[in-house]
């Protein structure tokens, strides 16, 4: 097992965590992205674009194409970015814009002639170019930037602060890996933007010492003794010879990352190109996110009448907008207030109802809560024996409505009676007399005692009839009406039931279900 971390240890690294928080929130941070349809070789760009900008830059950033330039500015504001670089491409150029959030200005490039990273890197002999060096933010060089003109000034300060600034004194050697050079040509008005990778290898001793000293140890199996390596330098290819001069040689303040880089001893500083390389030019300086005036216009230009009646204009526009907002804000303020006073005259109507309803029930005295309002249990008894002589047709009893209503509860309303509905021949009499029957097919049933005497043997058992098949098989009994009734999911026809798997008539001795026992 490891050793565990000491108290020292973790307050330590928590604070080194905290300090490069601090760090990090306050650098400047980037957008690198291209609105509209570009070409492949454009979107290689931006990526190329994204890795000079490492690591202060959203390296996945993703665009889709309904996104405008509202979405990027909303979002850019709590991720705490300070500068977009846009690239667009039309039928006749590629631009660039480079803009400051969160209002502006915002430089207009055309961008002349561009080379990516694989086209650069694949024209070296030998190329230095690994993971590491994009761990930290490369070193900014201006070069001519010195002219007169209010355009190159603040070209300068844009790409100044598009970049972390160092402090010479407090600075890390071993965290500059990478330099961008950015140069202006006063005759063409054009800038050169240039990136380099950083080397440092000390000076003053022969090659054979700086061959020593690489990982990569020399083969002296042809060489008698090792001082022929040292003062002839024997067994060196061409590519390694001397490169440095008075140029690139400096002091270093302190000890370099490589072998032979000490302090207070000279190394020369060699840059090798990595790319991505282009070469702009400042069309046009806008005021804004793209929507305020133009400072600078490199072929349109404008007289002072011109630039006066724009001012006007502008200003005007703004007294406008100020003018709108400001009664926007009126209505709102109206509509609120008569909002809030609706609010108070229903509180206070409802207060005031609630009042007058528990007024009322306290002066109310306690009614029938069968009776209906302003009508005595008399008037009402006399109502619902009107009502059943007009619905039967004859004087009610007695006792039928001769008391009160039935208890209900309490507000809840008398339930109302039912329209009885009589047939032709049926009396609602209830003086026990029999009530006559229903006229069928046969007419009405005779009354008196049934002809021919009473039934033989008794009782007839329920379920039999004559002529079925428990009374014996084709007697004189009426037939089996068809469509009758169902003896396990079959209709019973004529000449007794059919059972499942049965054709023509039954078998003899097959008894119905249901019939009595013991009879034949």
Request: charged share 30%; glycine share 10%; net charge positive.
């Amino acid at each position: 097992m490891g050793k565990t971390k000491t108290k020292n240890q973790k307050k330590a690294r928590v604070n080194a965590a905290h300090v490069a928080q601090e760090d990090y929130s306050t650098v400047p941070h980037s957008f690198v992205f291209h609105r509209g349809q570009i070409g492949k070789n454009v979107a290689q760009l931006v990526q190329d674009m994204r890795r000079v900008m490492e690591p202060f830059t959203a390296e996945s950033l993703k665009v889709r194409k309904k996104n405008v330039l509202k979405d990027f500015v909303a979002v850019a504001g709590p991720l705490g970015i300070t500068h977009f670089l846009v690239f667009t491409k039309t039928p006749s150029s590629i631009n660039m814009r480079l803009a400051r959030l969160p209002k502006g200005p915002m430089l207009h490039f055309r961008v002349v002639k561009y080379s990516l990273v694989k086209d650069v890197v694949s024209s070296l002999k030998k190329h230095r170019m690994h993971q590491h060096q994009f761990s930290h933010h490369p070193l900014l060089v201006l070069n001519n930037f010195g002219v007169e003109g209010l355009q190159v000034k603040l070209m300068a300060t844009m790409f100044q602060n598009m970049f972390p600034s160092i402090n010479v004194h407090k600075v890390n050697l071993n965290s500059i890996k990478r330099c961008v050079l950015v140069n202006y040509d006063p005759l063409s008005q054009e800038v050169d933007f240039r990136h380099y990778s950083v080397k440092v290898v000390p000076v003053g001793m022969s090659r054979g010492v700086k061959k020593l000293m690489q990982e990569r140890f020399p083969n002296m199996s042809k060489l008698d003794d090792i001082s022929e390596l040292l003062l002839k330098g024997a067994n060196l290819s061409e590519s390694e010879a001397e490169q440095d001069g008075e140029h690139n040689i400096t002091e270093l303040p302190q000890v370099y990352s490589g072998r032979g880089n000490m302090r207070s001893q000279q190394s020369a500083v060699r840059l090798t190109e990595i790319g991505p390389r282009m070469t702009l030019r400042l069309v046009k300086i806008e005021e804004g996110m793209g929507e305020g005036s133009i400072l600078y216009h490199a072929i349109i230009s404008k007289t002072e009448e011109e630039l006066q009646e724009i001012l006007i204009r502008k200003e005007a526009e703004l007294k406008r907008k100020e003018e709108r907002k400001r009664k926007q804000e009126q209505n709102v303020a109206q509509k609120k207030e008569k909002r809030e006073e609706n609010r108070k005259k229903s509180l206070a109507g409802i207060k005031r109802k609630q009042q007058d309803q528990a007024g009322e029930t306290d002066d109310s005295e306690v009614e029938d809560p069968g009776m209906q309002e302003g009508q005595p249990a008399a008037e009402h008894s006399e109502d619902e024996a009107d009502y059943y002589r007009q619905a039967v047709g004859e004087e009610p009893d007695e006792d039928m409505f001769s008391t009160s209503q039935r208890k209900r509860g309490p507000g809840r309303p008398p339930r109302p009676f039912k329209k009885r509905k009589l047939s032709s021949g049926r009396s609602p009499a209830r003086d026990g007399t029999s009530k006559p029957g229903k006229e069928g097919k046969r007419g009405p049933r005779p009354e008196g005692p049934r002809p021919g005497g009473p039934r033989p043997g008794g009782p007839r058992p329920r379920g039999l009839r004559p002529g079925g098949p428990a009374e014996g098989r084709g007697g004189d009994g009426p037939p089996h009406r068809k469509g009758g009734k169902k003896i396990w999911g079959k209709k019973a026809r004529e000449g007794g039931p059919r059972w499942k798997g049965q054709k023509g008539k039954p078998r003899p001795g097959v008894r119905r279900k249901g019939a009595a026992k013991g009879r034949p």
